[in-house]
């Protein structure tokens, strides 16, 4: 174990015994060793970039501070020209502007950015009155939502909110899924409930609902509350410091101000494909209203409890160095009182870095992340990042056992596509990715899909249209396609080749057709042909499905066979 503030002071001599750790676990040192070599930095690696510093200093630091940051980033940069990021931080940073008396050449710009977000977050408010009456349970706020609460007293002026993110327990999520149904609402990509039960909900931590008509904004509905700590038993004390609120006269639960200091920097310090730098903001806003409610031995017992230290140290570090909050220092200090592991240095480097850059330099690492958390008796927490990087075990042979009535029926003599929001996307069951457009790839060795079938006088056959993962040129894989348990087919898979083939469905399918595809192997994009951001592992492409009748022969009849 090491004392964080050892790792501040010197990070290659922090590698190093890393690399020592490594080795005395029989593990392969390789990526350690380079970091140590290169005196790779612990510090800093996911803070947002340089040119957002001064508008974020300009929304959060202090007012003299503040306004000379406002000056600099406004000498620089024109509302329309501003990056998608900043639209979350600029209603902030202009209100303090306006409030100090400075005119602005864009003041109508700005003005219309205010309004715009008044109306959208008027929007969300009505979103969320909504869920709360149609979900099963009383939810409990994250992210936007909750500082709003917190620190704007239910206003929303300052923190203009895309989404809702709202957190129900996660023994609650059949009842929640059955009740947003039946209100109206859709998963993102039109995905059934038994997908996300069978399929998905083991592997994420949210999925985004729409709710019906037009004008409203979507709701993040969680299960975990992070992705860096996707268990019940990391969600426990989130649920048992919060407290009771209410939002339009709709019960709701608000956490604590320190576990929403968490959450937001768990999920704010992580590489993204797009700038991310909103949580600098909110966190920034908790702990300049609120300092004194937050203490700082809590705030480290709780990060060495489910591991997490590095991460908030890594975040209020930003806070206080490039902010110049000095609020967060007393944070810092307290966290830096505590051990950490190997293992959660590593996994800061990694979420830290691009997909494709951890998967080419940390397939090692994250073995041995892994490997580390089971051996320390604490329940598998992958990180996003993480998750990509260690291939997934295949699904239990068995065929899924589901009555016929909660399947979507399949038309005859239709072609049915699998991309979102289509009739397909409501068949797929578990083993899936999520539906792209006009396509779905399957993530697992064995990807099943299920449909309700009616009841025809003549059997039944299936025409399935897919095409091969990208691989190696010259290689194949193997696919073996069941239906209702039985053996029906099996094809071999060239690389980027589209395929059709047919087979039949027994007569005793008692209404319902369930297909299992098993592939034998799974390859990812970004180590076959050096996608940045693809790097989930893929079988095949399912794009379109056709059920039909057989054709049956006619019987000839006597004089037939004897004109014959």
Known sequence: MLKLADVRKDPASAWATVVEEVRRHGGVTGAY????????????TTWPAPEYHDLLRAAAAEETESAAAWQRWRANAYLRDSQQACYQVIPRAYLRSRRRGTRDRERDRFEGALRHTWTSNAVAT??????????????LLLKGAAVSRLVDQGGWLQRPACDVDVLIPTDALPLALASLRAKGWSAIGGLSDLFLMQGLASRIHSLSFSPPGKFSTQIDLHWHASALDPTCVGDQPLWQRSTNDKVGGTDVRVPARVDCLEHVCLHGVRWAPTAHIVWAADAALLLDRGNECIDPAALARRAADRGTTVVLWDALSFLGEILGMQSAWPLVAALEQNDVSAAELVEHQVIGRPPADASADCRDVAEHVVAERKSADRESRKFDALRALVPRQANAAETVQVPAQVLPLCPLDSSVEFGQRALGASMLVRGWSIPEQGWVWSEEARATLAMRVPVAPRPLQVAVTIEG??????????LQVSCNGSAVAERQLVSGAQETFTFSVSGD??????????????????????DLLDTRPLGFCLKSLVLSAAVVAPRRTFAARRQW
């Open 469 to 478: 993962a990208s691989r190696a040129p010259g290689t194949a894989s193997r």
């Open 126 to 139: 009505r979103t969320l009155q909504r869920a709360c009456d149609d979900l099963s349970v009383v939810p």
């Open 33 to 44: 060793e380079r970091w140590a070599r290169d005196d790779r930095p612990i510090l800093g």
């Open 509 to 530: 399918h008692e209404g319902k057709v369930v297909v299992d595809l098993d592939v034998d192997s799974l390859e990812r994009p970004c180590d076959l042909r050096g």
